[in-house]
């Protein structure tokens, strides 16, 4: 018997993926948050902290899309402006670790064409 995946929508393209290829993200509490009180929205890259999640594909485009859609505080429940400055660095970390330049072009096919 196959065991089905688990799927999640992506808050800044709205397509569908499995769980395991997308990033989840969560709301920081007031107290750990930003000294002016704004909402700080963090990885959670293992997938395990306590509250509501909402999800991303590991890609700047998926990023910008839900920040520009206001996604983050609609999926979180949280009203007013939030800080997504962890979440644009964890990204843009992981692109770049995984061989891409900020337009999903493979750096190796990059250095081809230079």
């Given at each position: 018997?196959?065991?089905?995946?688990?799927?999640?929508?992506?808050?800044?393209?709205?397509?569908?993926?499995?769980?395991?290829?997308?990033?989840?993200?969560?709301?920081?509490?007031?107290?750990?948050?930003?000294?002016?009180?704004?909402?700080?929205?963090?990885?959670?890259?293992?997938?395990?902290?306590?509250?509501?999640?909402?999800?991303?594909?590991?890609?700047?485009?998926?990023?910008?899309?839900?920040?520009?859609?206001?996604?983050?505080?609609?999926?979180?429940?949280t009203s007013g402006q939030v800080d997504i400055g962890a979440v644009e660095s964890f990204v843009k970390d992981e692109s770049f670790a995984k061989g891409r330049d900020t337009n999903g072009t493979s750096?190796?096919?990059?250095?081809?064409?230079?």
């Open positions: 018997m196959v065991k089905a995946q688990s799927v999640r929508t992506c808050i800044g393209c709205r397509r569908r993926a499995p769980r395991q290829s997308l990033l989840r993200v969560v709301i920081k509490t007031a107290e750990a948050g930003r000294p002016d009180g704004m909402p700080v929205i963090v990885p959670d890259r293992p997938r395990s902290a306590e509250g509501r999640g909402a999800w991303l594909h590991f890609d700047e485009r998926c990023v910008d899309q839900a920040r520009r859609r206001s996604a983050f505080g609609r999926a979180l429940k750096a190796s096919r990059m250095s081809n064409e230079q």
